[in-house]
Each structure stands twice: as structure tokens, then as C-alpha cells.
């Protein structure tokens, strides 16, 4: 049962849009978590901000806050998840204490019948494996490759995974309507460098090891549990070794394949296409749009290399991986031992809570996200925070028609998409409707899974139907934000629009530094090196001239070279190539939330003041660099520099700083000096 997430920014005014700290606090006997706000305390003044700005500006900060031990990373994103989930436990408890003074089928029915099911851990233990054991039979009577794959069809049909991914998204190229989409996919580590490159190798050994342990508490013996883990990776590696690289994944046009259907049945003898469409329900469909055409070729010489049995090894083991954290506690111990512990360096789980509250806002997201915006969100912020949006926009705007680099031919085409940018905040205007799902109070991987089938048929019914363009791909509490390019849309959820990120009783400096930089850095998103390939209507197509793309390049590149350069452990660098969207969409965000400051202090004089002893000016950058501070374990930061488009938190804070001449000015930086960037090698594109 997979699923996905992504990231955000905005500003000030005197309506609270964290609106949680305004009203009731839950009924939980947790310690309600303190509100993250920016602060001068979190300063170390001892270093000077030209030797390092990242720690002048958080140096405190990260020396009394250490990573909790059940946390792989901690920082400002952590602290305000922290407090969203404490209102969330709340909301939890209640809808479960009280379910049956609600219609069947209500979100708080839904919701307290989910929590109820992940905490009922006795009755976990007690089914041990019963909850996958069907499937586990319909695995053992496959006889042929047929059946293997009629069966992976039903697997995918349920939220499983395995050998491929697919799913329905409108079309990059007729973003009007949803097409069917396949993806290379299959593997169990979080990406393929792991299965190929030597300095994973530990990795890979422990990964081995733990497959294993997981055949010997499904019942094998540890020898037969031992071929059975060689099996698994071996197969695995051979998908990883077909398998495009993340940074080769970024590239929009190299990763939109259209294929006719009748040419993909026709094309492989091994991959039995018309058996896994037809047990899809995938019917009539014209085409399907195929990211990684040289995966599934190699997929078809994989599928015939290896014995049928292998194969069902392989499904059984996708199973296990998949449904262990629904299932009893050794199975879920040792699936978070690896997973957690080994790859991400996290000491403990989570509270037991805590997870199920993940699973539920995963699965019936929008039901969870009714009961949060109706208690901790109001119309109020969601109008401020619209106003706020609207005046970062006039800024970007204001620097499109400016740019000296890009010709007039491709900006009037930059202007016609950005008229057309749509921005959502809050939460959808209609949620979700969950109530046909059989959601029942003693199945908890059950209700999973019946919840992501129901997502999963919700999708294929509208393959070849027109984009709704009124829905979310985050819930409303969600701490992030996101720019979908297809859409052409700016969302943030109601989750993130709370201290540090805004809050309404700091400075317009400090909010512009934080919200104004988010809200920058996702309508910087429509013109970085992968949204600048989408028009007006969120099409892929190509409507640059040659001149003005070349231009952008050049100035990509010394983002690149920028962030090739930051060292996050030692030997390891940050993949610029891999980060590059996430870092001209940071550029972009401070460049244009410095710029909206600006405009308010000149509007309104009596803002530009000193407190603490810092200018607005100072207030600003400080605020940009606090949003990014953050504590991690270094099996974390190794993951994450593999598999994470975003630079770390400490790059983030100061890299796009160091193309911005106000900032040097701000803190009486001079050539020579550690945080220094010569001019000719600073990037400026937004």
C-alpha cells in the first residue's frame, strides 16, 4: 500500500492563521507542544554571520535540540507536525470515543473507526498473519505467468505494489484529461543506488538479512528463508539496474512516452498486457503514456529469467513488506528495525498514535481533514492567507515583465501562464465523500486496504474523462505546500500556515522571510527547470525560443555548481542536478518575499523598525534561515541526499542567500569572508 507527499511558504497580517492556538485545546493528557516561532534565542551570536550564517542564525537552536529518538531528523517542519499531531490525537479520541452519535458513514464515523481499529493491538496479536493469508494463498496457486500476472492486477487494484507502478494522472501533454500511466517500480529499498552502488553495500547486506527474518516469522526455516531473501534482492537488483536515475526522472519530456495500447500488448511476448488490463478494468483505452520505455523492455527479458516460483517468492515478499506495519508487533518491529533503524537511523517508533494517525490521513485523508479544518481553521485565514497570496504574486509578476535575460516572445508566453496560475488554500472547497468504504472498527489492514482500492477504482473510472481540477493531492492538515505543473496551481494546506511559517504576531520582516519565501518558492515552481517546460494550460510542450533557453540554462548551471560544492557529510556532497528545482524555487521564493517587504515598508513607513537589534532587513534573512533549521542522523542524511529533490535544511537556509547581494549588505559582508559568493559566479533567474 504506497502513496507520496511534497513542500511550500507566505506573510503577515492580524488575522491568525495558525488558528489552533486561538481555540480549545484537545482532550489528551499529552503536553500540548510549544508553538515553533521564530526567535532571536535561537541565535548563537558568537559566530559571525560571514563565517556561518546558518549557524548565527540557529546555532542555539540546533545545540538544545537534538534529534528525539523517535525521530530520524528534527526541525521546524518536525516542530509544527509535532503540533499538528498533538491536535489531531484529539480529534482522533474523540471521533472514536463518540462514533455512535453519528450518521453511518460520517467522516467522524470513519475516522473513529479506523483509530479504533489501528490501536486495537491485542486483537493484532492475536490474528497474527490472518489478515494477508488469502492473498497469501492466492499467491501459492499461480501456475503460470498468466495467472502471476492477473494476479499482480488484483494486487495493484488493492494499494499493492510490485514489478511496476501505475496510476492515473491528466495528461502532460492533453492536461485536460486523465490518462493511464505506467512507471518503472518494483524495489523495496528507497532507490536503485542502493542495489548498485558500493557505498551501500552494508545496506544491502542488512537488507538481505532482513528479508530473511521476515520468510522466518511468516513460517520458513531460516535455510529456506535465506534462498528465499537471495531471490528478492537478486530480482530486485536486476529492476534497480533497469531503472532510470532520480536525477534522469526530473527530466518531464524524456519521461512522456505515449503508446498505443494495442502496440504495447502487441510489443512484449513475456508481459501479458491484455491479462493485467483486463483484471485492472482498464478498458477501451486508446493509449497509455509510459515513463520509462527502457524499463519495461528490460522488464520483458527480466520476467521469462526467472523461474515462476522466484516470481511468487517475490510477490509473497512484496506482500509481507507492504502490509507489516498493519500486521502484529514482531512483524512491525522488525520491518521498522531495517526501515527505521538501520536506513534512517531513527532509535524507537513513533507512538503507537502517531502512526495510526498517518495511516488514517493517508487513506481517508479528507475525512480527518474535515474534522481539523472545521475545529482549528477558519474562513477568516483562509481570506488573509488569499490576500497574501495575491500580493507575493504581483511582486512575481512585476519580475517577469522585468527580467533583462528573457526575450519578448517567450516572456508574453511566461505572463500568459502566470495570468492563469491558480491558487488553493486551506482545504477543497468540497471534501471527499468516503462513506461507500467499509471501514470497520477490527480490521485494520483491511480498512486500508479497502480504502486505497477505493482510491485506486475512484482513478480508472475517469481514465479518458476530463481533469477535475477542483481536487487536492494533500490533505488539510498537511505541514507542506506544492505547485502541481499540469494544473497550473499553487496549494497550501491548512496544516503549514501556522508559526513559524506565519504567525500574526511577529513583524512583517519575519513573516515575509517565511510565508512570503514559501509562497515565492511555489509560484517559482511554474518556471523552474522542470514547471518552465508546462504552458499556460499545464501542457508539455516546448514554448521557449532557443535564445531565452539557452540563457536559462546558463543560469541553472550555476545553481548546479553552487550546491555541488555544499559537503552534508563528509565525502558526501548534495546532488545539484538532483536538488536544482527545489533550489531555483528557494532562490525565487527569497528574491520575491524580500521584494514584497520592501513594498510594505514603503507603503507604510512606521514598519521599518529595528527590534532585537536587527533591521527588517536582518529580521528577514534570519527568519528565511530559522525556517530551515534542523538536526539529523547521519544514516538519514545519506538517504536523503540519495532519493531527496530538496537540498538539506542547513543549504537551504543559506544558499540562496549567497546569490543575493541585499543579503551581504544586510549583514556587512565583505570579499574574502567564508559566506562570500564573487558575482560573476551568483545565480540570478527569478
Do not use: C
Request: zero cysteines; proline letters at 5%; charged letters at 25%.
Amino acid at each position: 500500500m504506497k502513496r507520496a507527499v511534497t513542500f511550500v511558504l507566505t506573510l503577515a497580517s492580524s488575522v491568525n492563521i495558525g488558528a489552533a492556538s486561538a481555540l480549545s485545546a484537545p482532550q489528551t493528557s499529552e503536553k500540548e507542544p510549544v508553538v515553533p516561532r521564530f526567535s532571536a534565542g535561537y541565535m548563537d551570536k558568537s559566530v559571525k554571520p560571514a563565517d556561518d550564517f546558518y549557524l548565527y542564525a540557529n546555532g542555539s537552536w540546533v545545540k538544545k535540540n537534538p534529534v528525539p529518538a523517535d525521530k530520524a531528523r528534527w526541525g521546524s517542519f518536525s516542530e509544527l507536525a509535532e503540533r499538528n499531531n498533538y491536535l489531531i490525537h484529539g480529534l482522533l479520541e474523540s471521533a472514536s470515543a463518540d462514533v455512535a452519535k453519528n450518521p453511518p458513514g460520517s467522516p467522524r464515523i470513519q475516522v473513529g473507526d479506523f483509530f479504533k481499529a489501528g490501536m486495537n493491538t491485542a486483537l493484532l496479536e492475536k490474528k497474527t498473519f490472518a489478515p494477508i493469508q488469502s492473498q497469501l494463498d492466492r499467491i501459492a496457486a499461480v501456475k503460470t505467468y498468466d495467472q502471476m500476472f492477473q494476479l499482480l492486477a488484483d494486487f495493484h487494484k488493492e494499494g499493492g505494489g510490485g514489478i511496476f507502478y501505475s496510476t492515473v494522472d491528466p495528461d502532460a501533454k492533453d492536461s485536460g484529461i486523465y490518462a493511464f500511466q505506467l512507471m518503472q517500480g518494483g524495489l523495496s529499498l528507497p532507490d536503485r543506488e542502493y542495489y548498485l552502488q558500493e557505498n551501500f553495500a552494508k545496506q544491502r547486506q542488512a537488507y538481505i538479512e532482513h528479508v530473511k527474518k521476515m520468510f522466518v516469522l511468516l513460517g520458513e526455516s531460516p535455510e529456506q528463508a535465506a534462498k528465499d531473501a537471495d531471490v528478492v534482492f537478486n530480482i530486485e537488483k536486476e529492476l534497480a539496474q533497469a531503472s532510470r536515475s532520480r536525477v534522469d526522472l526530473r527530466d518531464p519530456i524524456k519521461n512522456y512516452n505515449k503508446v498505443k495500447t494495442a502496440d504495447l500488448v502487441a510489443g512484449s511476448s513475456s508481459i501479458p498486457w491484455q491479462v493485467y488490463f483486463d483484471e485492472r478494468g482498464i478498458k477501451d483505452i486508446p493509449y497509455a503514456v509510459v515513463g520509462q520505455p527502457d524499463f519495461f523492455e528490460a522488464l520483458s527479458k527480466t520476467v521469462k529469467a526467472h523461474p515462476l516460483d522466484q516470481w511468487k517468492t517475490y510477490l509473497r515478499w512484496h506482500l509481507l513488506h507492504e502490509a507489516a506495519p498493519y500486521l502484529h508487533d514482531a512483524v512491525e518491529s522488525e520491518n521498522f528495525n531495517f526501515f527505521g533503524k538501520t536506513l534512517s537511523g531513527q532509535e524507537v517508533q513513533e507512538p503507537r498514535w502517531k502512526r495510526v494517525a498517518k495511516v488514517i490521513d493517508r487513506s481517508v485523508g479528507e475525512a480527518l481533514g474535515q474534522l481539523y479544518v472545521e475545529k482549528y481553521f477558519t474562513a477568516e485565514a483562509r481570506k488573509t492567507m488569499a490576500e497574501l497570496v495575491t500580493n507575493l504574486r504581483e511582486v512575481f509578476s512585476d519580475h517577469l515583465q522585468k527580467l533583462d535575460w528573457m526575450g519578448d516572445v517567450t516572456r508574453k508566453k511566461a505572463m500568459a501562464k502566470f495570468e492563469k496560475f491558480v491558487q488553493k488554500i486551506g482545504h477543497p472547497d468540497k471534501f471527499r465523500d468516503y462513506s461507500k468504504i467499509d471501514i470497520q472498527a477490527d480490521d485494520y489492514y483491511g480498512d486500508a486496504q479497502r480504502a486505497d482500492a477505493f482510491e485506486i477504482a475512484r482513478q480508472v473510472a475517469r481514465i479518458g474523462k476530463p481533469v477535475d481540477k477542483s481536487e487536492w493531492s494533500m490533505t488539510p492538515p498537511t505541514v507542506n505546500a506544492y505547485f502541481n505543473p499540469t494544473m497550473n496551481e499553487i496549494v497550501f494546506p491548512a496544516g503549514i500556515l501556522q508559526p513559524p511559517f506565519f504567525d500574526v504576531t511577529m513583524d512583517d520582516a519575519v513573516n515575509y522571510g517565511g510565508i512570503g519565501a514559501v509562497i515565492g518558492h511555489e509560484i517559482t515552481h511554474g518556471y523552474d527547470d522542470e514547471g518552465r517546460h508546462y504552458d499556460a494550460d499545464g501542457n508539455l510542450k516546448e514554448w521557449w525560443t532557443e535564445a531565452d533557453t539557452k540563457e536559462f540554462d546558463g543560469r541553472a548551471q550555476k545553481v548546479v555548481d553552487e550546491y555541488n560544492g555544499f559537503e552534508a557529510l563528509p565525502g558526501l556532497n548534495v546532488n545539484g542536478k538532483l536538488t536544482l528545482g527545489e533550489n531555483i524555487a528557494d532562490l525565487g521564493g527569497v528574491s520575491i518575499g524580500y521584494d514584497a517587504l520592501q513594498r510594505a515598508m514603503k507603503k507604510d513607513p512606521s514598519k521599518r523598525k529595528v527590534i532585537d537589534g536587527f533591521t527588517p532587513e536582518q529580521r528577514f534573512f534570519l527568519s528565511f534561515a530559522q525556517l530551515w533549521r534542523m538536526n539529523i542522523r547521519e544514516a538519514e542524511q545519506r538517504r536523503l541526499v540519495t532519493v531527496d529533490p530538496h537540498s538539506p535544511g542547513k543549504f537551504r537556509s543559506v544558499g540562496p542567500l549567497m546569490n543575493f547581494q541585499e543579503f551581504y549588505d544586510a549583514f556587512d559582508i565583505k570579499p574574502g569572508a567564508k559566506m562570500w559568493r564573487e558575482p560573476e559566479k551568483r545565480a540570478k533567474i527569478w
